[in-house]
């Protein structure tokens, strides 16, 4: 009994960390959902959707009734239980980044030392989902998308990584908070502006989206490694997507763009989210944005750019920032 | 190695430019009409299903069922039906039925009427559940009409 | 391409080489072949830079003919060659030499029967597998006419290759006739 | 070339068949493609066609000839207009028509939009094939303006019946000329943001530059017409080489390329729309006043025995119409040239060993219409 009043506080802080995970989760595909929607219509000279509701706000809550309500689909030949296991798989490890993140300087669910290894470790395991899901789903589409998106994602990872380590070495921590503390006369944009260009295009390719949309790129694979996928089980990979998309907007937000740094407001130690969650949906406005204007890139292609211009150009930066900082 | 920087960099403008032409869309007002609430003028050209024209001098139409759009029809979806009746100068029109699924609209049956009877309609709002729904009867439609 | 010197080439391989009026009917060149010569015209056809148009089969009595439009990209030079097919409906393929019969030809076994000997895929293209012998655009023997009856000049195909110019749409009897010979 | 299904599951174990279409979103239709792949390299393709064939060619022996008309528009659905021209065409050529000028010009006004307009829709979606999703409503707001400036004198937006043996069926008026005016300049104003967006874009060019190059000799062997022959730098095009209408009298380029890859065509179709205005431009300066119809056309139109061919660049490449007359009003044998046909038929060769993006573009790049293969 003793033991457990002594971790209650901690359980308590849990539950709220998670409760407060899910609505970020939901209420950002919600968000976001609506928000490309919207965007990919004006761009396109169209509106978006318009009917339910004032111009069709309420579109993505009827949208996931409908997908709830839907039947799950297992096709004939596919394996049952990876089938249903690879839609939980992707979507549930998307709450851990959450609890690290430092959404202003008091709002943040754990201060871990390993903050960045945390939130990189776990946004992998979506790709072994995409793997499971597409494997086991039986269908030559879905094969070659999870084909794609395991290499492309493999090989994405690491520009990915390199840019962030040059931050880390100028920091000498892994933590997060430390990082956006470390900001306070300028962000990181400023002295790594390659590290953030490199790390904004790996970001694209780490979460599947056009132009580096290729394991599901609809034109050749109809619909990659979700073809098979209906109802419930579909909308858990699109939440996956949104939500990662908001993870690494965040870290690049940390990383690079100050975190929750901005023009004072009253309360800044909790007010300070607000800035933070501009910077993130400028990120994510971004990546709405070059999804709607560019083709897509073909697969070598993707490989190439990877190998021959991020993967050296991320060396090259390290290594001038390693020899910068022994030297200052 | 002149290449590789050269690539680098016209590629990175031309993906500039193509995000400018994206920027400027997504501020200027959208094309589309909001269909059921909001609509299009038809061109008063447009060429519907035909129709036989109610005259306003007389109040009836002006066919003299000889036929020949039936005749001249390609796909033979114009029946066209008529009998003598005393009293009655020439053929009474009984029966005109266009089979509106076979119809491909060219307009044959327009140009070929001897008494210019025969019309297009404006309505393109056409949608149905079955065939028989557009089997349209001319003849009960001229008479419906105001 | 010279075409003096490849008209002497078809006349070579050929029954009968005429010039037609290319304002009256869109070719500019007929010319008659016996079907083991078929593959030999195809080749010269090629090595002159000719370009397959069209191939296509005419149900005709005494037999199906089998028709070859070919064009030239520099030059206006349309070519119109005619070919009977056999006893047993069979033609040699010219789908090695022009690739792009293959498909004509195959189509042309769908619509008319016509096994082209030698092609290395001659599976219905358009017809779904189960109608391999239906044949559709055979006429029923009441509308099939005689080969005479749908050529421009009066019967008898002369062996002599003279230009005629081509003749004023008064070959309704000749039609008429002929169709009352057969 | 030849392939079967079965036997090759059985016989190549490392290879394996994909099954793209008839319901695939890049094909444009009803069109199959099998495909031998080995890893993501397509080894073997074989289309497999017919899924809508129309049998438009029996359709054309049952019933007379100028009421083949309207079947013309549905065989090539982007170029219904075109089709109709080479089918007057035909007719009049043997039934001897003489057409009036005016006739003539307003065939080659409205035929040149409705080649932008196919242009302006593959181009969509083409790019849709190759993954921007934005430029096809783009290209699509520009073809609205065709379209309605189409309907205001056809009557309809898509299968056209507007041609008629010895005229067309309505005259165009000064609304339609203003209508087309406004329109070239809106649409010569587009073209700098088509190039910014799209022609320009360097994820574009990697996509298509080297991808599926073709040579004059390989167009030779298939039958290839059309802007990918243009692409070949063979500067052939029916307007030029044979000149059927009035075509002779406009001052026009016929835009080449040099490589023949799908880059070639791209920009062969993209120019070729300039140069299409401008032959409108040049119609609508010298349009002549009168009569729409010719004088003599007769109720029942007798076809003299022969044969005769009518040919004319539709928007995929040559057209080609070969009637074959027993004297009566019914053609004995109709047989159409499809453009489409003889260019996907050169798919096996062109995109053996070629990934499965690429396969995707350079089926793009022949601009396919199906009902036109499937007639």
Redesign the interface.
Known sequence: METFYSILPELIRIVICAVCGAVIVFGNALVMGYAERKLAGHIMLRPGPMEVGPHGIYQLVIDGLKLMGKQLVVPAKADPLLFRFAPLLAFAPVFVPLLVLPFSEKIQGFDLDIGLLVILALASINLLAILIGGWASNNKYSLFGVFRAVSQNVAYEIPMLLSLLAVVFMTNSFSLKAVVAAQSPVWFIVIQPLAFLIYLVSIVAETNRAPFDLPEAESELTAGFHTEYSGMSFSLFVLAEYANMFIVSSVATVFFLGGSSGIPLPYFEYSGIIWFMLKVYSLMFFLVWIRWTYPRTRFDQLMNFCWKYLIPFALVNLLITVVMVKLL | MKSYFSELFTGAWSLILGLKVTIKALVSPIVTVQYPREKIVVTPNYRGHIDLIKFADTGAHKCISCGSCMRECPSDCIVVEGEKREGVKGKVLTIFTLDFTKCSLCGACVEVCPTKALDYSDEYELAGSTREQFHFDLLKRVEERE | MDINQVKKQWQKLSTAVEDIEYAVSGHDYNVCLERDKVRDFATLMLNEGFYLVDLMAVHVTPAIEVVYQFAHFETRCRVLARAFVDDKVEMPTISDIYQGANWHERETRDFHGVVFIGHPYLKPLILPEEDVDLKPLLKAEAKLKDVDAVRRKPPEPAPAPKAKPAPKPEVKPAAVKSQEQS | ???DVKALEDDRHHR?V?NMGPQ???THGVLRVLLELEG?YAMNLLPV??YG?R?H??IA?F?PAK?????T??MDYLGALIYNHGFAQ?LE?A??IEVPERVEYIRVITSELNRIQSHLLWYGAY????????PI??SF?DREHIL?IL??????RL?Y?YF?VGGV??DIDEKFVTGTRAFIKRLRSRFP?YE???N?????Q??LIDVGELT?HT???????GPL?RGTG?A?DMRR??PYSIYSKFDFEIPTGTKGDCMASFMVRFHEMEQSLRIIEQALDGLPEGSIMAAKVPKKLKI????????VEAPRG?L?Y?L????SDVP??L?V?TPS??NL??IP?MCQGM????V?SAMGALDLVIPEI?R
């Open positions: 070339m030849s392939m394996y994909l695939h979103p890049s993501e066609l017919g064939h049998c060619e029996k022996e019933k009421s083949f008309m309207p079947n528009a549905r035909l050529k039934a001897g790019l849709l094939d190759l993954g921007a999703f934005t409503m783009y707001d309605d309907e205001d004198v056809t009557g309809s299968t019946c008629r069926s309505k943001m910014d967006l799209v320009g874009n360097i994820i574009l990697k996509r004059p167009c030779a062997r298939y039958g290839i017409t022959l063979v052939y080489a044979e003299p025995a022969g044969d005769y061919n009518s040919s040559e080609s070969y074959v007359s027993d004297g004995y044998r047989k040239r046909y003889s038929s050169v060769e990934l499965l993006s690429d995707v499937d």
